[in-house]
Each structure stands twice: as structure tokens, then as C-alpha cells.
């Protein structure tokens, strides 16, 4: 049972532009949702997160919505840099914020180019 | 940001043979420290949960006999994976909470098993 799901497997998009990535969820429950950019081979390094007490939260050119009726989240950057080609994955955890169980998403490889 | 250390960042090893990886909070106490596995191009699943000083608790369909946990310091947590098959080739990956703050997680840089 995938609880996260990240739908697009991959998205491509011109240096400059903005970057839209989506994330559902299943499980009500959540209550704490992160995204994280992993490069091949190397662990996932955190970018930004929410809590469900919000629906929006900006970190520089990373802005994640999060629409809980819909129990859909989103990341958005903006402009795109060609160093922002990662896979990203969205992640949902409870009880805790970043220091419980994480749930994660399948991942979206997004391509950013010049 | 804190640091969190895997050793070795890739193993190749035979058939039935066990692989112990380390993983390490450099700059913080973790009291608490997770171990993921990824298989090519699917999602990071969480395989155990360790806190320092007690059992492991693992997820469901993951074999706590297979994959021995030991989080024996604050700083260390090892993961061996006993007579191994080359289905549990995979990208091994830890992470650990920062007893100092409430919401920091930070996750190693993984290792790569393979087996022959």
C-alpha cells in the first residue's frame, strides 16, 4: 500500500523556469510532510518541509503548498537551475515533524536544462 | 548541517556470506537512527527504527533474524545483513535524529551492496 505517491516519474524543464513536482498521500494521519533532493548514489539531503497546521511554506526559491483537503502537496522552484537536477522525493511523517518514521514517495527525476 | 557517516560506501561480497555496515553521527548524539533500503529507481523504504541502548523495531516483512541492528552509542548504529543473497542487493541508507533538536533527521550517504 503506497501511502505517498509521487505520480510523474520524471519532469523536464528549461533553466529559468519554474519546476512543479507533486506528491499525494493517503493516510489522514500525517501530520508533518518534507521534500528531499537525492543525487545517484549519495543519501537524500533535506530541502524543506511543512506542517499540516500550514498550507504554504517558502524557503528561497523552494515553495511547498500543501492542500490537505485534497491530500496533495507540491514543491515548486523557481527559477530553475541546472544544479536542481536531482530525483526528488516527498516524504510524510506523524507525531514527530522530521524525527519520526518517514514515509517516502517513489521520487520524480526532474531535469533542468540550460 | 550535522553529518552522518556510512562504511562502506559499497560492498561486493558471495553468496551466503554477511556484510556489516556502520553508521555514524559525526557531530551530534543520535538517540534514534533509521535504515532504509532502495531497490533501482523505487522509493526509499524504511527497514528499522534503532534507538540507542534497546531492540530494534522493525517494519512489517522485514526479517529481524536477516538484518541484525545493533545501536550499541549515540554516535553508532550498524546494520549486518547475515548470509546474504543476491536479492538483497541494494542501496542501504541511514539516517539519525539529532537529540538536540526537535524536527532535524539527517540521512548518511548510503551503501551500495551487491551480491554475488
Known amino acids: 500500500d503506497q501511502q505517498v505517491k509521487q505520480n510523474s516519474p520524471s519532469l523536464s524543464v528549461q533553466e529559468g523556469r519554474i519546476s512543479i513536482l507533486n506528491c499525494d498521500y493517503t493516510?489522514?494521519?500525517?501530520?508533518?510532510f518534507l521534500w528531499y533532493k537525492k543525487y545517484p548514489a549519495e543519501g537524500p539531503t533535506f530541502l524543506i518541509s511543512?506542517?499540516?497546521?500550514?498550507d504554504k511554506n517558502e524557503d528561497g526559491r523552494f515553495t511547498v503548498f500543501l492542500n490537505k483537503s485534497a491530500k496533495h502537496l507540491s514543491l515548486h522552484i523557481v527559477p530553475s537551475q541546472p544544479g536542481d537536477s536531482a530525483v526528488y522525493f516527498c516524504?510524510?511523517?506523524f507525531g514527530s515533524g522530521n524525527t519520526g518514521k518517514l514515509i517516502f514517495g517513489q521520487g520524480t527525476t526532474l531535469q533542468v536544462k540550460p | 548541517g550535522a553529518v552522518v557517516s556510512q562504511h562502506p560506501s559499497w560492498v561486493i561480497c558471495k553468496s551466503g556470506t554477511s556484510v556489516k555496515i556502520e553508521c555514524r553521527s559525526l557531530?551530534?548524539?543520535?538517540?534514534?537512527m533509521f535504515w532504509y533500503r532502495q531497490f533501482p529507481k523505487q522509493s526509499l523504504m524504511l527497514m528499522a527504527t534503532?534507538?540507542?541502548?534497546?531492540?530494534?523495531?522493525?517494519e512489517q516483512g522485514v526479517e529481524k533474524d536477516k538484518f541484525l541492528i545493533n545501536h550499541a552509542s549515540l554516535t553508532l548504529s550498524t546494520l549486518t545483513v547475515t548470509s546474504a543473497h543476491p536479492e538483497d542487493s541494494s542501496f542501504y541508507i541511514c539516517?539519525?535524529?539529532?537529540?538536540?533538536?526537535?524536527?532535524?533527521?539527517?540521512f548518511g550517504p548510503g551503501t551500495r551492496l551487491t551480491v554475488l
Open positions: 534503532s534507538n540507542e541502548g534497546s531492540k530494534a523495531t522493525y
Open positions: 516524504a510524510a511523517t
Open positions: 493516510n489522514s494521519m500525517f501530520d508533518y
Open positions: 511543512i506542517s499540516s497546521i500550514k
Open positions: 539516517s539519525a535524529r539529532d537529540g538536540s533538536h526537535t524536527d532535524t533527521q539527517y
Open positions: 557531530d551530534f548524539q543520535a538517540t534514534t
